[in-house]
């Protein structure tokens, strides 16, 4: 069964911390996303990636950064975090841009406090 | 940029109830995605549609792509207490092949 595994399930941590999400996913994918979930607003897109070492920003990408050093590997990092960055991070792989679908990890529940 | 309606918000059904949704959008799309998250977990997939018109299921979800190619529609028949969770639907741009998601319907079952 293919995966994509987000190291925590729940975090807590203080303002100004520095904060890495990690996503792995062992299904040889090219693509690898990081979205936000927030009710009401949805699922919003903050970096993808199409290639190792290859980033884009997304619809809400300030504050964040990413880095993608293995393929199967995507890290969502928030250099400084702030309190509006409590949130759900969902992380997903899919294996082409067209005509796939998306495989979704389980979510980090961050709160910063 | 593109962006998808989807409705309702939120919805509230006894067991057994059918239930529809549906996204629409002013742009077109060139595949449409339908998920469901159940409660703390990520979204998986549930049908895809890539081509106008085109009617699938999945045990008893049915979903048809819209031959506008601006909306979609899901429906659920004989809903059972494990289709409680949020739906969402989602595009693929025809322009650069990003996927853009609805903002979800969250389906609530009475007892």
Redesign the interface.
């Known amino acids: 069964d293919v995966k994509v595994t987000q190291s925590s399930r729940y975090l807590v941590k203080r303002t100004g911390e520095k904060v890495f999400l990690e996503c792995v996913q062992d299904m040889d994918h090219e693509n690898m996303f990081w979205y936000r979930q927030d009710p009401g607003l949805g699922l919003r897109l903050i970096y993808f990636s199409y290639d190792v070492k290859m980033k884009e920003k997304g619809d809400i990408p300030e504050g964040y950064s990413v880095s993608r050093e293995k393929k199967e590997r995507f890290s969502l990092i928030l250099e400084s975090a702030s309190t509006n960055q409590t949130s759900m991070y969902l992380c997903a792989s899919s294996v082409d841009r067209v005509d796939s679908g998306y495989t979704f990890g389980s979510g980090t529940r961050l709160t910063v406090v | 940029?593109q962006q998808l309606n989807?409705s309702p918000?939120s919805m509230f059904i006894q067991e057994g109830e059918d239930v529809s949704m549906n996204c629409t959008s002013s742009s077109i799309f060139?595949?449409w995605?339908w998920?469901k998250q159940d409660p703390?977990?990520?979204?998986?997939?549930l049908i895809?549609l890539?081509k106008a018109g085109e009617l699938t299921s999945n045990g008893r979800l049915t979903a048809q792509f819209g031959i506008t190619r601006k909306d979609s529609f899901l429906n659920i028949s004989a809903s059972i207490p494990s289709d409680v969770g949020i739906y969402?639907c989602?595009g693929?741009t025809p322009r650069d092949?990003?996927?853009i998601?609805?903002?979800?319907t969250r389906l609530h079952i009475l007892p």
Do not use: M, R, S
């Open positions: 940029g989807q918000q060139n595949t995605l998920y703390g977990e990520g979204p998986v997939l895809a890539y969402f989602a693929q092949d990003k996927i998601f609805g903002k979800g």
